[in-house]
T-cell receptor, first 113, second 114 residues
Framework: DTEVTQTPKHLVMGMTNKKSLKCEQH?????MYWYKQKAKKPPELMFV???????INESVPSRFSPECPNSSLLNLHLHALQPEDSALYLC????????????FGDGTRLSIL | GDSVTQMEGPVTLSEEAFLTINCTYT??????LFWYVQYPGEGLQLLLK?????DKGSNKGFEATYRKETTSFHLEKGSVQVSDSAVYFC?????????????FGQGTILTVHP
Protein backbone atom coordinates (compact mmCIF):
# COMPACT_ATOMS: atom_id res chain seq x y z
CA ASP A 1 0.00 0.00 0.00
CA THR A 2 1.27 3.43 -0.96
CA GLU A 3 1.74 5.97 1.85
CA VAL A 4 1.12 8.88 -0.48
CA THR A 5 -2.54 9.10 -1.45
CA GLN A 6 -3.71 10.85 -4.60
CA THR A 7 -7.26 11.67 -5.62
CA PRO A 8 -8.96 11.29 -7.97
CA LYS A 9 -7.40 8.26 -9.69
CA HIS A 10 -8.87 9.27 -13.03
CA LEU A 11 -10.07 12.66 -14.31
CA VAL A 12 -11.57 13.65 -17.63
CA MET A 13 -12.07 17.35 -18.25
CA GLY A 14 -12.73 19.77 -21.03
CA MET A 15 -10.33 22.54 -21.96
CA THR A 16 -12.47 25.19 -20.27
CA ASN A 17 -12.99 23.35 -16.98
CA LYS A 18 -11.34 24.02 -13.63
CA LYS A 19 -10.40 21.04 -11.50
CA SER A 20 -7.96 20.16 -8.74
CA LEU A 21 -5.74 17.19 -7.98
CA LYS A 22 -5.11 16.31 -4.36
CA CYS A 23 -2.17 14.62 -2.65
CA GLU A 24 -1.87 13.64 1.00
CA GLN A 25 0.87 12.09 3.13
CA HIS A 26 1.03 11.42 6.86
CA UNK A 27 4.68 10.42 7.15
CA UNK A 28 5.76 13.81 8.51
CA UNK A 29 7.64 14.58 5.32
CA UNK A 30 8.48 18.25 4.71
CA UNK A 31 9.21 18.10 0.99
CA MET A 32 6.52 17.40 -1.60
CA TYR A 33 6.73 17.15 -5.37
CA TRP A 34 4.54 17.16 -8.46
CA TYR A 35 5.62 15.20 -11.54
CA LYS A 36 4.10 14.73 -14.98
CA GLN A 37 4.57 11.40 -16.73
CA LYS A 38 3.73 10.70 -20.36
CA ALA A 39 3.31 7.14 -21.58
CA LYS A 40 6.54 5.12 -21.72
CA LYS A 41 8.59 8.06 -20.42
CA PRO A 42 10.19 8.88 -17.08
CA PRO A 43 8.50 11.36 -14.75
CA GLU A 44 9.27 15.04 -15.32
CA LEU A 45 9.52 17.31 -12.31
CA MET A 46 7.04 20.19 -12.21
CA PHE A 47 7.14 21.69 -8.71
CA VAL A 48 8.91 21.22 -5.39
CA UNK A 49 7.58 22.41 -2.03
CA UNK A 50 10.01 22.66 0.84
CA UNK A 51 8.52 23.26 4.30
CA UNK A 52 5.26 24.38 2.64
CA UNK A 53 7.00 26.95 0.45
CA UNK A 54 7.41 26.66 -3.31
CA UNK A 55 11.11 26.01 -3.96
CA ILE A 56 11.23 24.92 -7.57
CA ASN A 57 8.97 25.65 -10.53
CA GLU A 58 10.36 23.91 -13.60
CA SER A 59 8.99 26.55 -15.98
CA VAL A 60 5.52 25.05 -15.82
CA PRO A 61 2.74 26.93 -17.67
CA SER A 62 0.51 29.06 -15.47
CA ARG A 63 -2.52 26.89 -16.26
CA PHE A 64 -1.05 24.62 -13.57
CA SER A 65 -1.18 26.21 -10.12
CA PRO A 66 0.21 24.35 -7.10
CA GLU A 67 -0.81 24.92 -3.52
CA CYS A 68 0.45 23.52 -0.22
CA PRO A 69 -2.14 24.31 2.49
CA ASN A 70 -0.24 22.44 5.20
CA SER A 71 2.61 20.00 5.63
CA SER A 72 0.43 16.98 4.75
CA LEU A 73 -1.45 18.27 1.75
CA LEU A 74 -0.50 19.28 -1.77
CA ASN A 75 -2.93 20.41 -4.44
CA LEU A 76 -2.56 21.05 -8.13
CA HIS A 77 -5.19 23.39 -9.58
CA LEU A 78 -5.90 23.00 -13.27
CA HIS A 79 -7.47 25.56 -15.60
CA ALA A 80 -7.74 25.89 -19.36
CA LEU A 81 -5.62 22.83 -20.04
CA GLN A 82 -4.59 21.67 -23.50
CA PRO A 83 -4.89 18.16 -24.98
CA GLU A 84 -1.11 17.74 -24.66
CA ASP A 85 -1.52 18.04 -20.89
CA SER A 86 -3.12 14.58 -20.83
CA ALA A 87 -0.77 12.46 -18.72
CA LEU A 88 -0.28 10.69 -15.40
CA TYR A 89 0.33 13.23 -12.62
CA LEU A 90 2.38 11.88 -9.76
CA CYS A 91 2.86 13.30 -6.30
CA UNK A 92 5.86 12.38 -4.16
CA UNK A 93 7.25 13.27 -0.74
CA UNK A 94 10.53 12.96 1.10
CA UNK A 95 11.63 13.60 4.68
CA UNK A 96 13.33 16.85 3.78
CA UNK A 97 14.44 18.33 0.46
CA UNK A 98 17.42 16.32 -0.67
CA UNK A 99 17.17 13.96 2.28
CA UNK A 100 15.87 10.41 2.04
CA UNK A 101 14.24 8.76 -0.95
CA UNK A 102 11.08 10.09 -2.56
CA UNK A 103 7.90 8.11 -2.01
CA PHE A 104 5.36 8.26 -4.83
CA GLY A 105 1.61 8.01 -4.96
CA ASP A 106 -0.23 6.01 -7.62
CA GLY A 107 -1.03 9.14 -9.58
CA THR A 108 -4.01 10.76 -11.25
CA ARG A 109 -4.55 9.83 -14.88
CA LEU A 110 -5.76 13.01 -16.56
CA SER A 111 -7.44 13.17 -19.95
CA ILE A 112 -8.22 16.48 -21.64
CA LEU A 113 -11.00 16.42 -24.20
CA GLY B 1 24.28 18.69 -15.67
CA ASP B 2 23.35 15.38 -14.14
CA SER B 3 22.28 12.54 -16.42
CA VAL B 4 21.38 8.85 -16.24
CA THR B 5 21.67 6.35 -19.06
CA GLN B 6 19.86 3.01 -18.91
CA MET B 7 20.12 0.09 -21.26
CA GLU B 8 17.42 0.23 -23.86
CA GLY B 9 14.62 -2.27 -23.67
CA PRO B 10 12.36 -3.93 -23.85
CA VAL B 11 13.93 -6.88 -22.07
CA THR B 12 12.14 -10.22 -22.38
CA LEU B 13 13.13 -13.16 -20.18
CA SER B 14 11.84 -16.55 -19.18
CA GLU B 15 10.94 -17.21 -15.56
CA GLU B 16 13.97 -18.04 -13.36
CA ALA B 17 16.40 -16.34 -15.77
CA PHE B 18 19.12 -13.97 -14.55
CA LEU B 19 18.41 -10.26 -14.95
CA THR B 20 20.82 -7.38 -15.47
CA ILE B 21 19.70 -3.85 -16.33
CA ASN B 22 22.63 -1.52 -16.89
CA CYS B 23 22.66 2.02 -15.52
CA THR B 24 25.44 4.59 -15.76
CA TYR B 25 25.40 8.17 -14.59
CA THR B 26 27.10 11.53 -14.88
CA UNK B 27 27.01 13.83 -11.89
CA UNK B 28 29.16 16.21 -9.93
CA UNK B 29 29.96 15.47 -6.34
CA UNK B 30 28.50 12.46 -4.60
CA UNK B 31 24.98 11.67 -5.74
CA UNK B 32 22.59 9.19 -4.17
CA LEU B 33 21.36 6.47 -6.52
CA PHE B 34 18.00 4.74 -6.72
CA TRP B 35 16.09 2.09 -8.61
CA TYR B 36 12.34 2.56 -8.89
CA VAL B 37 9.83 0.08 -10.32
CA GLN B 38 6.50 0.96 -11.92
CA TYR B 39 3.87 -1.74 -12.35
CA PRO B 40 1.07 -1.21 -14.88
CA GLY B 41 -1.43 1.41 -13.73
CA GLU B 42 0.56 2.34 -10.65
CA GLY B 43 3.00 4.98 -9.44
CA LEU B 44 6.69 4.48 -8.82
CA GLN B 45 7.84 2.28 -5.97
CA LEU B 46 11.29 2.58 -4.47
CA LEU B 47 13.05 -0.71 -5.09
CA LEU B 48 16.47 0.00 -3.59
CA LYS B 49 18.95 2.78 -2.91
CA UNK B 50 22.61 3.52 -2.25
CA UNK B 51 24.02 6.73 -0.88
CA UNK B 52 27.78 6.32 -1.16
CA UNK B 53 30.41 4.50 -3.16
CA UNK B 54 30.53 0.71 -2.71
CA ASP B 55 27.14 0.65 -0.98
CA LYS B 56 24.99 -2.28 -2.05
CA GLY B 57 21.25 -1.77 -2.09
CA SER B 58 19.03 -4.86 -1.99
CA ASN B 59 15.33 -5.65 -1.81
CA LYS B 60 13.04 -8.50 -2.93
CA GLY B 61 15.98 -10.38 -4.46
CA PHE B 62 17.18 -7.36 -6.46
CA GLU B 63 20.64 -5.92 -5.88
CA ALA B 64 22.68 -2.97 -7.15
CA THR B 65 26.13 -1.73 -6.14
CA TYR B 66 27.20 1.93 -6.31
CA ARG B 67 30.43 1.86 -8.37
CA LYS B 68 32.03 5.28 -8.41
CA GLU B 69 35.02 4.17 -10.50
CA THR B 70 32.75 3.10 -13.35
CA THR B 71 29.89 5.54 -12.50
CA SER B 72 27.46 2.63 -12.61
CA PHE B 73 24.55 1.22 -10.61
CA HIS B 74 23.49 -1.93 -12.47
CA LEU B 75 20.37 -3.77 -11.29
CA GLU B 76 20.57 -7.57 -10.94
CA LYS B 77 18.32 -10.42 -9.88
CA GLY B 78 19.29 -14.05 -9.87
CA SER B 79 15.91 -15.56 -10.76
CA VAL B 80 13.10 -13.41 -12.14
CA GLN B 81 9.40 -14.15 -11.77
CA VAL B 82 6.43 -13.26 -13.93
CA SER B 83 5.40 -10.79 -11.23
CA ASP B 84 8.63 -8.82 -11.86
CA SER B 85 7.25 -7.65 -15.21
CA ALA B 86 7.26 -3.85 -14.95
CA VAL B 87 9.16 -0.72 -15.97
CA TYR B 88 12.40 -0.09 -14.09
CA PHE B 89 13.85 3.40 -13.65
CA CYS B 90 17.35 4.24 -12.50
CA UNK B 91 17.61 7.67 -10.87
CA UNK B 92 20.09 9.90 -9.12
CA UNK B 93 19.72 12.71 -6.66
CA UNK B 94 22.44 15.29 -6.77
CA UNK B 95 23.67 17.25 -3.81
CA UNK B 96 23.88 20.95 -3.19
CA UNK B 97 20.85 23.14 -3.70
CA UNK B 98 18.97 20.78 -5.98
CA UNK B 99 16.16 20.47 -3.41
CA UNK B 100 16.16 16.74 -3.87
CA UNK B 101 15.52 16.83 -7.61
CA UNK B 102 15.66 13.36 -9.14
CA UNK B 103 17.19 12.76 -12.55
CA PHE B 104 15.72 9.63 -14.17
CA GLY B 105 16.92 7.31 -16.86
CA GLN B 106 14.57 6.55 -19.73
CA GLY B 107 13.23 3.37 -18.14
CA THR B 108 13.55 -0.28 -19.13
CA ILE B 109 10.48 -2.39 -19.79
CA LEU B 110 10.89 -5.92 -18.45
CA THR B 111 8.58 -8.75 -19.51
CA VAL B 112 8.95 -12.17 -17.90
CA HIS B 113 7.26 -15.17 -19.53
CA PRO B 114 6.26 -18.36 -17.67
Amino acid sequence: DTEVTQTPKHLVMGMTNKKSLKCEQHMGHRAMYWYKQKAKKPPELMFVYSYEKLSINESVPSRFSPECPNSSLLNLHLHALQPEDSALYLCASSQVPGGGPQHFGDGTRLSIL
Amino acid sequence: GDSVTQMEGPVTLSEEAFLTINCTYTATGYPSLFWYVQYPGEGLQLLLKATKADDKGSNKGFEATYRKETTSFHLEKGSVQVSDSAVYFCALRGGGTSYGKLTFGQGTILTVHP
